[in-house]
Nanobody
Framework: QVQLVESGGGLVQPGGSLRLSCAAS????????MGWYRQAPGKGREWVAT???????NYADSVKGRFTISRDNAENTVHLQMNSLKPEDTAAYYC???????????????WGQGTQVTVSS
């Protein structure tokens, strides 16, 4: 069984920074892309950033230049460094990953439970 667990959310003032982490655990054979999404109250889930197994990155225009995604392949973790935070960044942040396990050869998509980020003065 595979699990993703996020950490690092919290309350921060506008202009501040937070670093989110997501750790994958279980019977993992291989992880392809890993990414972050967010969902604000009353809105749909929005893609934020993706990083491939070779560390290629892509970002939503709304966070480009402020957020940085990174991963540690040895630890099966992905991070999201968020700088210059704005009130509109307030949302529940979810990590996801394309994972092949020892029991399921094909890659499946897994999601974490989410971590809340609130940007407010």
């Amino acid at each position: 069984q595979v699990q993703l667990v996020e950490s690092g959310g919290g309350l921060v003032q506008p202009g501040g920074s937070l670093r989110l982490s997501c750790a994958a655990s279980g019977s993992i054979f291989s992880i392809a892309s890993m990414g972050w999404y967010r969902q604000a109250p009353g809105k749909g889930r929005e893609w934020v950033a993706t990083i491939t197994s070779s560390r290629g990155t892509n970002y939503a225009d709304s966070v480009k230049g402020r957020f940085t995604i990174s991963r540690d392949n040895a630890e099966n973790t992905v991070h999201l460094q968020m700088n210059s935070l704005k009130p509109e960044d307030t949302a529940a942040y979810y990590c996801n990953a394309q994972i092949s396990s020892y029991t399921t050869v094909a890659y499946n998509t897994y999601w974490g439970q989410g971590t809340q980020v609130t940007v407010s003065s």
